[in-house]
């Protein structure tokens, strides 16, 4: 559905070229320079993918801890029994529990970014799938969210880890951090999440894998990355 955007979009479209590919570095400037939220906004990579994700071997899923983090203090949630429990408190999760915590779930509380659990916990965090799984919150153990390292996974969603799967078309949209972030440390987080998704080249793909690259703060513009500078 076609809407029209408000002036300060129109002002910042001015000063993208559409046709150009930026290296990474001047769409990272220039993504700062035309951001006008009146908050610390998100800047988000995305990536058009040659995958056809109809194939299981062709559907990317993973999760990356970006060198300087996301900006973003993350609520994390750990479904654990015993002493994976107390390791998971003493990790410094927001919340820890076991059937506790599945039924506060089931009951509607969603009030977290990331949810890990133990491998003996997932028959009963199974029943929160129609809940948690459209959300992107079901535990994974691709994503390093299902282990018995409860403490690394704690840690690592506390320093800034981010997960990233293909959409139905192939897409890849993951976050970088904040406009506030300094332009070299944004590179430096962007750099690593594409060398991520680009060593993750399913085997069968034909031809060119990354067909597009852009990058955008959250009300701003999309500006065009040239794949070769990533």
């Not at 955007?5 to 990272?28: F, H, M, P, S």
């Not at 962007?190 to 793909?205: D, H």
């Amino acid at each position: 559905m076609a809407h029209k955007r408000g002036k300060n979009y129109q002002d910042a479209v001015k000063n993208v070229d559409a046709d150009k590919l930026y290296t990474i570095e001047d769409a990272i400037d220039l993504v700062k320079k035309i951001d006008f939220a009146k908050f610390d906004a998100t800047i988000e990579l995305a990536m058009k993918l040659n995958v056809d994700t109809k194939q299981a071997d062709q559907q990317l899923r993973g999760a990356v801890v970006l060198p300087n983090g996301t900006g973003k203090d993350q609520t994390v949630i750990v479904f654990a029994k015993g002493d994976k429990a107390k390791d998971a408190q003493a990790a410094g999760a927001d919340f820890v529990g076991d059937d506790d915590l599945v039924a506060k779930i089931q009951d509607g509380w969603l009030d977290f970014d990331v949810a890990i659990a133990t491998p003996d916990m997932m028959a009963q965090v199974g029943r929160l799938g129609r809940v948690l799984g459209p959300k992107g919150l079901m535990p994974n153990p691709k994503t390093g969210t299902v282990t018995m390292d409860v403490t690394k996974a704690v840690n690592d969603s506390k320093a800034g880890k981010v997960t990233y799967r293909t959409d139905r078309d192939g897409n890849v949209a993951v976050p970088v951090g904040k406009v506030s972030f300094d332009a070299d440390k944004l590179v430096e987080n962007l750099k690593t999440i594409a060398n991520v998704v680009i060593s993750a080249r399913p085997a069968a793909v034909k031809g060119t894998y990354v067909q597009h690259v852009s990058i955008a703060s959250t009300f701003g513009p999309s500006v065009n990355v040239d794949v070769a500078t990533l």
